[in-house]
């Protein structure tokens, strides 16, 4: 019977194969190199039939002029374009993955089609001149070229995993800080960096390069720089606040990372949450020795503006990110 039934599975797939229904293949970056040395990888999904990418979890770090960056649903749409070559290109874009108003694009060109019956598949580096062959660039006018890699056919997307983010407070310092990262949490619990104890606070989030989707979005960090009279995190799940700290204060903020968990962002206008996901409140303790406080309380938020704070957000109740219930 068992036997039957895999053969019944295997006549459904030629089938399906034969007129033209086929399943998203999942395809991972392999090799992938700039120009500048940075590199790419992550995974999507692509629907050979309808031209359609589902999902993308692509991972770029960081080189001249750019800083490293996670390319997920939540912060980045991906479509199937003509560029003049055999093969429709892969676009990639983030709307403001370069700041306000400027869009950061990842554009990668396969030499053939991608159908899951051939793997590899070599990425186009032979129109490289032109734009339209492997590509990063901001508003696609200043690009860094892909030289070498290609796309491999895998059949299993990268697992779904929950961390749980805690806070930690210092009273000589009046700050608090919050990690998802076991190793610090463990340095933290043993004097590693001394004055600091759990407040008992925490939410849940995604695991950096979880597999991605809805809303989601890679969280960036930033470390201040005590030259510039700081010494404190800053996160941020918004791509354009990511680039803009950058840019705005490059000395005073040093880029540490542009994914330390993934989790939600609330709908930009009214700060509502998607799905049963629940608010994440930050408040900027507004001195010169700049440290922010991320809590899932409201009543903390609350009692902390009381104080002095200033709550920063979307929408009339400032909600900053949204966390896994």
Same mark, same amino acid.
């Given at each position: 019977? +068992?036997?039957? /039934?895999?053969?019944?599975?295997?006549?459904?797939?030629?089938?399906?194969?034969?007129?033209?229904?086929a399943a998203s293949h999942l395809w991972a970056l392999s090799g992938v190199m700039f120009d500048d040395g940075a590199t790419a990888s992550g995974t999507f999904s692509y629907d050979d039939v309808t031209g359609v990418i589902d999902s993308q979890n692509i991972h770029v770090t960081d080189g001249p002029n750019y800083l490293s960056f996670t390319y997920v649903p939540g912060n980045s749409i991906a479509y199937v374009a003509l560029q003049g070559n055999p093969q429709p290109?892969?676009?990639?874009? #983030?709307?403001?993955? $370069?700041?306000?108003?400027?869009?950061?694009?990842?554009?990668?060109?396969?030499?053939?089609?991608?159908?899951?019956?051939?793997?590899?598949?070599?990425?186009?580096?032979?129109?490289?001149?032109?734009?339209? $062959?492997g590509v990063e660039c901001y508003n696609c006018g200043f690009a860094r070229f892909i030289v070498a890699g290609s796309l491999v056919l895998i059949m299993l997307p990268p697992p779904v995993a929950l961390v749980q983010v805690d806070e930690f407070y210092n009273a000589g310092l009046d700050h608090?800080?919050?990690?998802?990262?076991?190793?610090?949490?463990?340095?933290?619990?043993?004097?590693? /960096?001394?004055? =600091?104890?759990?407040?008992?606070?925490?939410?849940?989030?995604?695991?950096?390069?979880? #597999?991605?989707?809805? #809303?989601?979005?890679p969280v960036c960090r930033y470390y201040g720089n005590p030259l510039a009279g700081l010494d404190s995190h800053f996160y941020s799940a918004s791509a *354009?606040?990511?680039?803009?700290? /950058?840019?705005?204060?490059?000395?005073? =903020?040093?880029?540490?990372?542009?994914?330390v968990f993934q989790i939600s962002l609330p709908d930009t206008a009214t700060g509502a949450c998607p799905?049963?996901?629940?608010?994440?409140?930050?408040? =900027? @303790?507004? +001195?010169?020795?700049?440290? /922010?406080?991320?809590?899932? #309380?409201?009543?903390? *938020?609350?009692?902390?503006?009381?104080?002095?704070?200033?709550?920063?957000?979307?929408?009339? @109740?400032?909600?900053?990110?949204?966390?896994?219930?």
């Open positions: 019977m +068992r036997a039957l /039934h895999r053969v019944l599975i295997f006549a459904l797939a030629l089938f399906a194969a034969g007129n033209g229904v290109g892969l676009i990639f874009r #983030s709307p403001e993955g $370069g700041g306000e108003g400027v869009a950061r694009d990842l554009r990668i060109t396969p030499v053939s089609t991608l159908n899951g019956t051939t793997s590899p598949v070599a990425i186009d580096l032979a129109t490289l001149a032109g734009g339209s $062959g608090y800080f919050i990690t998802a990262n076991p190793a610090e949490k463990n340095d933290l619990d043993t004097g590693v /960096h001394p004055g =600091w104890a759990r407040t008992g606070q925490s939410f849940k989030a995604y695991a950096a390069g979880s #597999s991605a989707g809805g #809303s989601i979005n *354009r606040e990511c680039f803009e700290v /950058h840019f705005k204060y490059p000395t005073a =903020w040093t880029f540490e990372s542009d994914n799905g049963s996901t629940i608010p994440v409140y930050r408040v =900027w @303790n507004n +001195r010169v020795d700049s440290n /922010h406080r991320y809590t899932i #309380s409201l009543v903390t *938020r609350d009692a902390f503006v009381a104080m002095g704070y200033i709550a920063e957000g979307y929408g009339p @109740n400032a909600v900053i990110m949204c966390a896994v219930p």
